[in-house]
């Protein structure tokens, strides 16, 4: 979003745009923490930790990051429909008059 754009923008719309940026930037962090650091920093000392018979950092490196990944995923949908429902933010579909297409924005 440049310059132009944050200053067209309402109080509410800030505070929106403020939280759902603080929500990625959050969810960033988990999923930056489980694939790296979990995966390959700490590496050698999650290899003699067995997780369903694997050591853990391999866990963590082939499917953890990838459910936990999933469950970040699905943990933002389920906070954006709170947040959209608390500042009455709704999908709006725009149809592109030369095609005739309907898209959503």
Known sequence: MDD???????EKQKIYWKKNTRL???LMVIWALVSYVAAIVLAVPFHNISFFGLPLAFWFAQQGSILVFIVLIWYYAKRM???D??????EV?????STGKEVSH
């Open 4 to 10: 132009r754009q944050t200053r067209d923008l309402t």
């Open 24 to 26: 990625i930037q959050g």
């Open 81 to 83: 429909d709170t947040l």
């Open 85 to 90: 429902k608390e500042f009455g933010a709704r």
């Open 93 to 97: 579909i725009l149809s592109d008059q």
